[in-house]
């Protein structure tokens, strides 16, 4: 992670602004499928409980990130509809990389409406599901159902448990190896997938082989 991204660098240095910008930004543009959400919420937990940099109450900072969350998707969403058959055939570019996009669109494909909310705890799924959602004109009223579950158990979630995580000695005191270990965490369901797509292909492949 770029010190840039590094999430109490972020934290001291744009504040709570800085947080809600991030999360917003990763819950559903384009360009925020890079920002460190999951780490960055867990250390605004821990900071809170601190009381380092942020000193705004807990229920406060929950509910602002949460309402960024959400509106984050909103704007996927919106986006996505307006115009999603466009993105589908554009190319790649530095920052736009289609296979994101795909991963999303097969994640959205599985889970359906449900995706909305599991895809919260997937980063780069996370902020291509709501585009993908719009673009394949999912119901408007079920997307924000799911949306509003998915985005204040997600914020809500990561960041209540940094707060009392973060007030435990060991993890004050071990916080990047902490952070490292929630990415981890974070990307296992995509790394079990795609052993799942791998294994799936190979057994397609002998099937066409033995025909």
Not at 186 to 202: M, T
Request: aromatic letters at 12%.
């Amino acid at each position: 992670m770029t010190h840039y991204l590094d999430p109490e660098f972020l934290i001291s240095t744009f504040g709570l602004i800085g947080i809600l910008t991030v999360v917003f930004a990763e819950s559903g543009l384009l360009i925020g499928f890079f920002l460190p959400g999951d780490s960055l919420l867990f250390t605004t937990g821990l900071l809170v409980a601190d009381g380092t940099y942020l000193h705004q109450p807990l229920w406060l900072i929950c509910l602002l990130v949460s309402a960024a969350a959400v509106a984050g998707d909103q704007v996927g969403y919106l986006f996505g509809r307006r115009i999603g058959p466009a993105l589908f055939r554009r190319e790649d570019s530095r920052l736009f990389k289609r296979h994101n996009l795909d991963r999303a669109r097969e994640f959205f494909d599985k889970y359906g409406a449900r995706s909305i909310v599991l895809a919260r705890f997937v980063p780069v799924v996370r902020t291509f599901t709501p585009i993908v959602a719009g673009a394949t004109r999912m119901h408007y009223r079920t997307f924000v159902v799911y949306n509003v579950i998915g985005g204040v158990l997600w914020s809500i979630g990561v960041t209540v448990l940094g707060y009392f995580l973060g007030q435990i000695a060991v993890v004050r005191d071990h916080i990047e190896l902490i952070l490292i270990g929630i990415v981890v965490i974070s990307v296992i369901p995509i790394g079990v997938e795609l052993l799942r797509g791998r294994a799936r292909s190979r057994r397609a492949a002998t099937k066409h082989d033995a025909s």
